[in-house]
């Protein structure tokens, strides 16, 4: 069984920087691809960002050249870099995992493509 556990959420103004972290454990983590969500009050989950389980990247366009996923195989640990940050990026964000294979790379922009999930942080973007 993989669990996901998420940190760095808080409140951040406007125009700053946050990153959020998702440590896993179980399973192998290097061969996942992982993804990160985001899901405001009254709103359907958003995706983020996905990378491969070898470090290839696709974003959403609401966050392209704004937020920054990367992962460390030897700690078990993907990140989101967010900058110029706005008060629409406030929501819980979400990181998730895979162990299934799609040939299309664009599955793993949809929140069905990922079996494991993380509770969520909370990120506040507000002055």
């Known amino acids: 069984q993989v669990q996901l556990v998420e940190s760095g959420g808080g409140l951040v103004q406007p125009g700053g920087s946050l990153r959020v972290s998702c440590v896993a454990s179980?399973?192998?983590?290097?061969?996942?691809?992982m993804g990160w969500f985001r899901q405001a009050p009254g709103k359907e989950r958003e995706f983020l960002a996905t990378?491969?389980?070898?470090?290839?990247?696709n974003y959403a366009d609401s966050v392209k050249g704004r937020f920054t996923i990367s992962r460390d195989n030897a700690k078990n640990t993907i990140y989101l870099r967010m900058n110029s940050l706005k008060p629409e990026d406030t929501a819980v964000y979400y990181c998730?995992?895979?162990?299934?294979?799609?040939?299309?790379?664009?599955?793993?922009?949809?929140?069905?493509?990922?079996?494991?999930w993380g509770q969520g942080t909370q990120v506040t973007v507000s002055s």
């Open positions: 179980g399973g192998t983590f290097s061969s996942f691809a």
């Open positions: 998730a995992a895979t162990t299934r294979y799609y040939p299309n790379s664009l599955h793993y922009t949809g929140a069905s493509a990922y079996n494991y």
């Open positions: 990378i491969s389980s070898f470090s290839s990247t």
